[in-house]
């Protein structure tokens, strides 16, 4: 059994695919602790216009007492907290993969030091539409590498997740690549919010492009000091294949400003800014900081 945390665009995108491949998936929701269990029949629509849909098992944790399988967290980060210590009060959970956005969204797994943790890098895109499918597009494959446990694992867990919709692939030196994506999001995930605009405002529009790259020079300078080696050329090449590739779609915090939820904000800006005001480095990220902060207030404002 492979279960999947969060009963959102992404967690319900990865179920469909899996099922399809014939795996067997339990959707556990993160939040609701008093709801039955239900089967729900989950229509996922590719980029070429095909679908692909499953009759998916819905569940939440109070139906459970181990986890006796790999454990995928899509949730958004800001519920780390909760559910990891909602999964440390069972008798057995299986490896832990974190499919979510940010920096140090791992520190309350490690805290409750469960034996095999990892992190994903999404690079997939995935959206509710209004006729009730979820509209997916995929990026990438998405790379799977070790925060805690035996590096022999990692193969055969990514085997495991693998399938033709929702790519996976193991990396032996994740952090390069956590900390690549972390820097795109700070990027998508503040000015895409702020101008009410979709994932291709950065391929379509010069200046939108410009202060990306202003923000992702920040940003750079704080990855150094954290001995992580990118250039500021390969962050945006990434940014403007993700750009291209999810044209249309909406960013996750956006989404969550208009539906009057909390946002992922704090794991990714803040945190950065964070992180250089302990190395002495506040003065190196203005834009950064400034568009986090206003990203902040525009969705509290909204809820």
């Not at 229509?43 to 139906?63: H, I, K």
């Not at 022999?152 to 790519?167: E, G």
Request: aromatic share 4%.
């Amino acid at each position: 059994m492979i279960y999947i945390i969060g009963a959102g665009a992404i967690g319900q995108a990865l179920a469909v695919c899996l099922k399809n491949v014939l795996k067997e998936v339990t959707l556990i929701r993160g939040s609701v602790d008093d709801q039955p269990a239900t089967v729900e029949r989950i229509r996922l629509r590719l980029p070429n216009g095909n679908e692909l849909s499953a009759d998916v098992s819905v569940q939440t944790f109070s139906q459970f007492t181990e986890l006796d399988g790999p454990v995928l967290v899509t949730t958004k980060s800001y519920g780390n907290e909760d559910i990891a210590s909602k999964l440390s009060r069972l008798k057995h959970v299986g490896p832990l993969i974190l499919l979510q956005n940010g920096l140090n969204i791992e520190r309350a797994f490690l805290a409750h030091r469960f034996p095999g943790l990892y992190r994903c890098v999404l690079m997939v895109t995935s959206q509710f539409s209004g006729d009730g499918a979820i509209t997916f597009k995929p990026v990438n494959a998405c790379p799977v590498g070790l925060i805690t446990g035996e590096i022999a694992a990692l193969n055969p867990l990514v085997t495991k997740l693998d399938n033709s919709w929702f790519r996976f692939k193991a990396e032996p030196d994740i952090q390069p690549l956590i900390w690549k994506k972390a820097i795109v999001n700070c990027v998508f995930n503040s000015i895409c919010p702020l101008l009410e605009t979709d994932n291709g405002i950065f391929h379509r529009d010069s200046h939108a492009l410009q202060i990306a790259g202003r923000v992702i020079g920040e940003c750079i300078l704080v990855a150094k000091s954290q001995k992580i080696a990118l250039t500021a050329d390969e962050v945006e090449q990434t940014l403007l294949t993700i750009s291209r590739s999810a044209d249309g779609q909406l960013i996750s915090t956006l989404q969550d400003i208009r539906n009057r939820r909390p946002t992922e904000i704090s794991t990714l800006n803040q945190e950065i800014v964070d992180m250089a005001e302990a190395q002495g480095l506040a003065h190196l990220v203005p834009e950064t900081r400034l568009l986090g902060e206003l990203t902040m207030i525009k969705s509290q404002l909204n809820r």
